[in-house]
């Protein structure tokens, strides 16, 4: 089974869209992420809630909203997509303080704005 | 400048020794950190040392810390080709509940 899974893996769209992208984790932890990465690979972290609460928030349009059900998903949606939106999206999961900070990534949500 | 930097290309042969350098802004950093990314598919962490420490090794893998210098190095001894990925520094403090801030990664070709 999978730890973290994403959905869609790759998305096509066109420039005004609104879109989602949905995170599962199945490893029980309490910490759930987006990390962006650009087309140079850099990758910087967008979000992270903990326990369904918000609690890092980077700069970041408010087109972006991330939604926690429960501890076990963190769903991104983007509104009015531009090019720039266009990257790879990775979920991630943890305990957060809990021993070493080891982040488990999905395998990344290819998002190209058209 | 960045919180963590590294080189961002590196190429090997096959069997050579490859080392893969990164310097970090914080001295708090509690933990640090290398990540490994294969082409399509998300970051797995590779190895990570606490900062009282100096090295750690793990099979063909070395990481150096010289916590005076903020820098942290990683060695793949007898490097192959199944080794090509981009490595990823990353390094947490505690006033930042552990989340990693990664580098920009370094690419390692290894060719034959």
């Known amino acids: 089974d999978t730890a973290v899974s994403q959905t869609p893996k790759y998305l096509v769209t066109q420039m005004g869209n609104d879109k989602s992208i949905k995170c599962e984790q199945n490893l029980g932890h309490d910490t759930m992420y987006w990390y962006k990465q650009d087309s140079k690979k850099f990758l910087k972290i967008m979000f992270s809630?903990?326990?369904?609460?918000?609690?890092i928030n980077e700069t970041v349009p408010n087109r972006f909203s991330p939604k926690s059900p429960d501890k076990a998903h963190l769903n991104l949606h983007i509104n009015s997509l531009e090019l720039g939106d266009s990257a790879v999206y990775f979920c991630?999961?943890?305990?957060?303080?809990?021993?070493?900070?080891?982040?488990?990534f999905g395998e990344g949500s290819r998002l190209t704005v058209l | 400048g960045e919180d963590v930097e590294q080189s961002l290309f590196l190429s090997v042969r096959e069997g050579d020794s490859s080392v893969i350098n990164c310097t970090y802004t914080d001295s708090s950093s509690t933990y640090l950190y290398w990540y490994k990314q294969e082409p399509g598919a998300g970051l797995q962490l590779l190895t990570y040392?606490?900062?009282?420490?100096d090295m750690k090794q793990d099979q063909r893998l070395t990481v150096l810390l010289n916590k005076k210098d903020k820098h942290l190095s990683l060695r793949i001894a007898d490097t192959q080709t199944g080794d090509s990925a981009i490595y990823f520094c990353?390094?947490?403090?505690?006033?930042?509940?552990?989340?990693?801030?990664f580098g920009r990664g370094t690419s390692l070709i290894v060719h034959p």
């Open positions: 809630y903990n326990n369904k609460e918000l609690i």
């Open positions: 990353a390094e947490s403090t505690s006033g930042g509940s552990y989340i990693p801030t």
């Open positions: 991630a999961s943890s305990f957060i303080g809990g021993n070493t900070g080891e982040l488990f």
């Open positions: 040392i606490f900062s009282n420490m």
